[in-house]
């Protein structure tokens, strides 16, 4: 079964950066859309950026310009980094599949606060 295990978040000031990682397990990870997604207290999961397998990024209006979505395919990776972070920022982000999801992994809380 396919594992993506997140890492990088933390705590972190407004203006602040982080990047966050996404290793997935298997062989197939080439082969398919990659997507961040993040979830704020209280509210649905919402998706932020996709990366397609040739490389071509999208984002939600919300995080352009300040978030950059990348993918390592020889390390089944997929990165996302962060700039300008603001508090609205706070929530556990997690990586997947893109549009059809694998079992979600535990995710990175990414908290923004002075």
């Known amino acids: 079964q396919v594992q993506l295990v997140e890492s990088g978040g933390g705590l972190v000031q407004p203006g602040g950066s982080l990047r966050l990682s996404c290793a997935v397990s298997?062989?197939?990870?080439?082969?398919?859309?990659m997507g961040w997604y993040r979830q704020a207290p209280g509210k649905q999961r919402e998706l932020v950026a996709t990366?397609?397998?040739?490389?071509?990024?999208n984002y939600a209006d919300s995080v352009k310009g300040r978030f950059t979505i990348s993918r390592e395919n020889a390390k089944n990776t997929v990165y996302l980094q962060i700039n300008s972070l603001k508090p609205e920022d706070t929530a556990v982000y997690y990586c997947?599949?893109?549009?059809?999801?694998?079992?979600w992994g535990q995710g990175t809380q990414v908290t923004v606060s002075s």
């Open positions: 997947n599949k893109h549009p059809v999801p694998l079992p």
């Open positions: 990366i397609t397998t040739s490389g071509n990024p």
């Open positions: 298997g062989n197939i990870f080439f082969f398919w859309t």
